[in-house]
């Protein structure tokens, strides 16, 4: 059994930066693809950012520009950085790994940006 160890989430002011991660219990280096989805009270989960197998990265319009998905395979762990936070990003943050047609999920970090 996957497990995601996710960590790093918190209270921000807007503008400020968060890093969260995520260590897998297992090798990440050849997994189909691995990041990081969110979900705000009322709303659907979406994709925030994630790396695909080959490395190839696929991020949210919204996060475009602001946050930077990376992973380090020898830790087994993905991070999000997050800059410029916004109201807007508030949510909980999940860990997503992906592979042989098997979705995994971590518990969820709570991201709150507000003054």
């Known amino acids: 059994q996957v497990q995601l160890v996710e960590s790093g989430g918190g209270l921000v002011q807007p503008g400020g930066s968060l890093i969260l991660s995520c260590t897998a219990s297992?090798?990440?280096?050849?997994?189909?693809?691995m990041g990081w989805y969110r979900q705000a009270p009322g709303k659907e989960r979406e994709l925030v950012a994630r790396?695909?197998?080959?490395?190839?990265?696929d991020y949210a319009d919204s996060v475009k520009g602001r946050f930077t998905v990376s992973r380090d395979n020898a830790k087994n762990t993905v991070y999000l950085q997050m800059n410029s936070l916004k109201p807007e990003d508030t949510a909980v943050y999940y860990c997503?790994?992906?592979?042989?047609?098997?979705?995994?999920w971590g518990q969820g970090t709570q991201v709150t940006v507000s003054s």
């Open positions: 997503n790994l992906q592979h042989m047609w098997r979705s995994y």
């Open positions: 790396i695909i197998s080959g490395g190839s990265l």
């Open positions: 297992v090798r990440i280096f050849s997994v189909n693809a």
